[in-house]
Every structure is written in C-alpha cells, then in structure tokens.
C-alpha cells in the first residue's frame, strides 16, 4: 500500500510500520496508508524554527505578501488535481469548492492585507504615545515576528482550507508552520502540500507535514511557537493542557464543537422573502459537507406559531436533497468523511434523542445515488424537534458532526436571546429579519456569546456569503464551548504571529526604527526640495520649511466665492457674540490649500506623479485676516506599489507630513498628505 509523504526537514519521508489505511469515503476502496512512526519530531520544530524561521522573518510584508500571491495563483491552476483528490473525501465538487477554493482564497486575500502594512518586517501597532513635556520622549507599539514555529493540528472536514486560512496568516507574519491534518482525510492536505513544496515559491523550511499521529511533536514546543487546534473538545483540552505548553507559556488557539444557530424572528411570516431565505439557509447548512462544518447550524430557533409551517417547510427542501456518489452532477449531498464519523454522528443524534425525535429523515436508511450504501458513509439530513428548549439539555450540549439540526419554539425576542446562548459560546449566530430594531437587540444581547452573527434579510441575501462561511478578513473563531479562540480577522490575526512591544526612546529614534516620521524628530533639511526626489531617493525625515503668507480678509472673501462656502464663520459681518470665534476666520480648506501653495513645487514635470488624498487632518487654531502662516513638510512614511499591468509607471505613495504654523509658532492646523512619486 502506499504510503503518504510526510515533508519534513527539507524532503519527503515515508514514516515506519503499516500505518492507518485511510479509505475512500464513497465506497471504501484503501487510497494510503499514513503513518509518522519513527520521526524525530523535535528536529522538525528546530528545523522549522533555524530555517523557515530566519527566512521568512527577514522578508518584508510586501515580500511575503507577493510570495502568497504568487503560491495562490500557483495552487490556482493546480486545482483540478485537488479536486479529484477531494471527491474521495465524499465531499461534492461544491464542498470542495469551499475547502479548496476557500482555501486559495485566503492566500489572495492575505497577500492583499500587505498593503496595510510597510515594506518592513515588522510594523507599528496603534498610535504614537508622546511621554513627555517637552515632546522629547515617546513610545510606539511595534510587532516584530516571533522567533519560533506555528503548529496547527486539524480537524478532517477541511483539509485544504484548515491548512491555508492558518498557514496564510502565519506566513504574513514572517513565521514557518507545521502542519498536521487529521489523519483520515490527511491524503487531500498531502497532495495540495506537494504541490506546494514543487513551486519552489515558499522559502525552504516554511512548510512542513506529518501525516498521522503527531506523536511527542506538543513536548518539544516553546515560548516563541504558537500551536493552533481545530477538532474536539475533549483532545482539545487534553492537548492545552500538555505540560510544556503550560511551562512554556505556548500560545495555544482552540477551536472546538459549537452549537451554532440561526433565529427566525417573529416579524417574518410564510410566504415573505425573508422566510425563503430562512428556509433556504438552513437547508444549506444542514447538507453542504453534509453537515461537517464547524459553522453549521445545530440549532434552529422559531417562533412557536411558526414551527408547524417551519418544520414542513424544512422539511420539504431537505427532500429535494439528491444524496450519493459526489462525482455524480446530480448529487447535491455526499457522504461523510467516513464509517468511524457515521457512527459517531449516529451516537451523537442518539444522545439527543433522550430529549427530541426526528420529524425529517432516518437513522437507519437513505437513499443513494450512483453509490452503494454499504460501502459509502452515507447518511440521511436529519431534521429533530425539541418542544422543552429551555428544559432539555442535551440539544444545547452535543454536537453531531453531519448533517444534523434541531427545530424548537420560542415566545419571544427575549426567549430567543437565552436559548441562543444556552449553547454556552459558539462560532456564528444568525437572525432572519427584516425588523433593525429586532436586529440590534439580537446582536447586542447575544453578542457576548457568539464570535460572528449574521443578520439576513431580503436586502443582503442575495449577496450574503452565508452562515457557515469563515471569511479570512473577519474574526474566525468564538468564546467558551466554541474554544475561545480567533483564527484569521485580517490584520488582528497577523499579530497573533507577533511579538507586541513597547519601545520608548526619543522621536528621532523612534523614526528611525519605525521607518515613520514621529513629530518632534529631527528632520533633514536638504538643498533639494522632496517634490524633486525619486521615490527611491525620498528619506523618512526629508524636511522642508517653507516660505510664509499673509492670510487676508479679502483672502478668505475670495475663497468663500469660489467655493460656495459661506458658513457663518468666515463672513465679515457676523455678530460673533456667543460662537467659538472673535471675528471673520479663514475656512480650514483655504488654509490647507494656502499650505499647498506654499510646500508644493512642480510647475514642471517632476518625480511627484499626483496628490492622493488626505489621511488626517485637523483644524487646531482659528487663523484671524493678517495672520501669517508657515509649513514645516516632512517626508512620513513611504510605500511602495506594485505595477498592475506591465505598462504601468513603476511608483509608490509617499506619506507627507504638512504642519502649519502662524506667526507665533503656534500649530493651526496639522494634516497626513499623500502623493503618488514615481520610482527612477
Ligand atoms: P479530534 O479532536 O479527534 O482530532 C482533531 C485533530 O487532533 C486531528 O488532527 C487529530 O489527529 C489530532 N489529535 C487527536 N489526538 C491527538 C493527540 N493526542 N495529540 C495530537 N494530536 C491529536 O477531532 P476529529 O477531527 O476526529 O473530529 C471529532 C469531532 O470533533 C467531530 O465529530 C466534531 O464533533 C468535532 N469537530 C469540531 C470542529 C469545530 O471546529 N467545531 C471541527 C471538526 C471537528 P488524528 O486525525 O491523527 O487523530
């Protein structure tokens, strides 16, 4: 039988002994065998942590983004493979779309997220923090990639996805990963990682993959690693508790069984749009995967003088699910991952049978197509009521893992808010409304127990991504039974990844280190002026103090013409008794545009291709007529941009720092600048 690689200190290695023979899915056939029997799993961490380590912390954001891209694009063409491999799964080409295509995507949208940050291995986190009087001493949060490894041990319901939305993250912060999928479904992980590994595109020793057990890999775990765990609760505690990690204070992010559900509100009624759409979802999520997602609704909550119409209706759109073979285009639900998890999830439904029964479906038959029920693990939608929510226990306490749900009544909003977090902490909540009020309601009384919710109505649905989607710019992951954890959430799941430390020093250092200019810094003053400098050229800190101007009346009369801006303020006449000013002030605007007046230089062709926006900007001191005004420029921050077509002028934005002082050098106004220069 052959045996699954395992990818670990720079080759592929088949482990000792026969293994696990893992199976397909649909109708048994052996596919591998996996085993790790005989690896040395403390070099695995070493090598992980000596040489993906160092490589990939020693790149840019920029660089490591473009490295995703580049391996998402690679993966991307490669797909069909995975695919194929992937219907062994039992999983149909729409489920694999989520887990493969899924996965991809949070490579693209990861290597996406590097434009918010600089072109620098590390980053600032939140803002400057003056310390002192004098403005002489500050402080800055900077996050510096850790200096170890992430491990992350899956679940078997993604194999694909499970490994990118974790490793997408980790890469971005400049940190190898470990990888160990779940064993039975860990040939789908092992082919997508071949392919990764043939690209070439990841620098060596920022991936590797165990493929079975994960033996004493948790003993050899240290401070600077993170260990990220997707599956059961009970392995999930037995392995948070594991000794070193506890010793080694290991950063440990959990994410187990949750009671996920979905609240129909009462200010829908049959035959609205709002009730196909609640149908509709919870028909999703009961067969997509065939119920194998960690998102999936378990339980669906409805008010008591809805449930009869409900429970038809739900059941009427399960019976339109086509059950069997996933390579069949017909089949709409295939099978679970295999015999071991049928059996569970039949165990599972019978523990909730002590206090619901089935009003959909069968646990003993269902009908297949294109597939032999006895060798596939095929099981039927199961659709349960519960009429005692709020005295049963068990449906807000066991989760079965397939396609699975229960329906029970609720009075009221209030009613619908306790059971909602009678499941102790969840993944995703969704509501089904079109009443904002009820909206807020939901969303502020059970926000506390649930880590993303989903308000649904006719306005969004169509462009809705879904309940059970986990979408790589927002938090994954929920409080209590749900694990506590947060997976991706866009640049919040970046610092998991990262060191966050306080540095203080004074503003010229500060600049230095951060590679932004902090007010008060020394500035370098040159004989060129910036606007005259290549993009390459430009330093953080090139400084300009410009010449001054005398702001008029017959000044801001003009502007106040020329805009249409004739806000009380700025008028001659205006009895200024009781308002914020003394007389006529000039508009914030004109005080900008007159700065510009006085930093710009470009009447010929230049380096600087255009202005770009503003970033900040605040009006701090009133400017009276025959006030004078001065700007001190300073080059802030620099980043670079890629080009989107061959053709494009090579270029990056420049960050400008424009203070505006009067005649007493006092601030009036201080604003962030941006332009577009061009590269030499
Ligand atoms: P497990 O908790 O059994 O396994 C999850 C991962 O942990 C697998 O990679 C498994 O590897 C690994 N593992 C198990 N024991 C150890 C150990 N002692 N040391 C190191 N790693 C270990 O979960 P399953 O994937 O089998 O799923 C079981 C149940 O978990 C499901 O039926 C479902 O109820 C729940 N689940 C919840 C999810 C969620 O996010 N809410 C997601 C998936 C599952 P191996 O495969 O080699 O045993």
Redesign the pocket.
Known sequence: MKKLGNYICGNWIEGDGEG?LLLNAVNSDPIAA?TTKGLDFSSILSYARKTGNPALRKMTFHERGRMLKALANHLFQQREKFYSVSYLTGATRADSWIDIEGGIGNLFSNAALRRKFPDLPYCTDGDAINLSKGGNFMAHHLLVPKEGVAIH?????FPVWGMLEKCAVNWLAGVPAVV?????T?FLTEAVVREIIASGILPEGSLQLIC???GD??NHTMCQDTVT????????L??KSNDRILKENVPFNL????LNCIVLADDVRPGTPEWDIFIKEVRREITVKAG????AIRRIFVPDNLLEDAILAVGKALSQTIIGNPMNEKVRMGSLAGQV?RT??KE?VQKLLASSQIIYGSLDSVEVIDADISKGAFISPLLLLNERPFSSVEVHEI???GPVSTIMPYKYIEEAVELSKKGKGS?CSTIVTGDNRLATQYVIETGTYHGRILVLNSECATESTGHGSPLPMLIHGGPGR??GGEEMGGLWGVKHYMQRIAVQGSPTTLTAITQVYQQNAKGNVDTIHPFRKYFEDLEIGDQLLTAKRKITAADIDEFADLSGDHFYAHKTKTDFAGTMFERQVAHGYFILSAAAGLFVDGSDLGPVLLNYGIDELRFVKPVYPDSTIQVRFTCKEKIPQDKKEESDIEKGIVKWLVEIMDESNEQVGIGTILTMVKKI
């Open positions: 696990q996996a041990i899956n679940a078997f319901n160990k999928p779940a064993t039975i860990s079975g057990s994960a890999l948790l765990f997707t599956g059961s609760a009970s392995t999930g037995l392995l994410e187990a069984d949750s194998q997602k960690c998102t998890q569970e999830v599972q989760e079965a893992f993944l749900a694990g």
